[in-house]
Each structure stands twice: as structure tokens, then as C-alpha cells.
């Protein structure tokens, strides 16, 4: 389960990516392409050409995770445009996308509590 919350830093590529990388060839990508530090914590996620998959990697302090997402039909329906490469994003837009959203017609309310 990934768990983002508030604080969570998130990467998205926006070009997409070869997936035959793993683990390795994502982190040398955040390292020589994007200038990030693959270890730093934040999620870092990038999709496949066809827009149909999701790899995301992320360090929690003792080890690399690597999560994927293949849709079983359709594409991923929303992706940034944005001109640079990378950008960090609110972690609910991402949240939205990996259940299938659009997060461009999403209406986004301070959902977040705070826990005393």
C-alpha cells in the first residue's frame, strides 16, 4: 500500500520512461536526468510510453521499493504537460490518478485532518 499523505513529496516524469528498468535504471534516471536524489524519500513516479503502466519508486530508509500499476483496459487519463521534466505534485492529484481519475476535473477539499 503506498501511503502519501500531506507531506509527502512526489516526482512525476513527465516524459515517459523505458520500463524495462528496474530499481536501478529509475534511480540513475532521478540521479542524471532529473537531478534528485533517489534516496531522499520522496515517491518518484513515471509511466510508460503507451500510457497504460505506472512504475513508482520510493526509499523508506532501509531498502528501494517499486510499485507498479498495469491497467487492465484504457489509459492513464491524466498526466502533467508541463515543460520541464519533472514537477512536484499535491499528493491527492497523485492519489486521484492512481485510482483511475482525472485530477483536472476533480474537486479538491482540505480533506486532511489533523490528528492531536
Do not use: H
Request: aromatic fraction near 12%; proline fraction near 3%; include cysteine.
Amino acid at each position: 500500500m503506498i501511503a502519501l499523505n500531506q507531506n509527502s513529496e512526489v516526482y512525476l516524469a513527465v516524459e515517459s520512461v523505458d520500463f524495462r528498468k528496474g530499481i536501478n535504471g529509475l534511480c540513475g534516471v532521478c540521479r542524471q536526468q532529473f537531478k534528485k536524489d533517489p534516496s531522499s524519500g520522496a515517491y518518484f513516479v513515471f509511466r510508460n510510453k503507451r500510457r497504460k503502466a505506472l512504475k513508482i519508486i520510493y526509499y523508506d530508509g532501509t531498502g528501494y521499493w517499486l510499485f507498479t500499476k498495469r491497467l487492465s483496459s484504457g489509459k492513464i487519463p491524466w498526466w502533467p504537460k508541463k515543460a520541464d521534466k519533472i514537477s512536484r505534485e499535491d499528493s491527492r492529484i497523485v492519489r486521484t490518478m492512481l485510482l483511475g481519475g482525472n485530477p483536472d476535473s476533480a474537486e479538491f477539499t482540505d480533506d486532511w485532518k489533523r490528528l492531536i
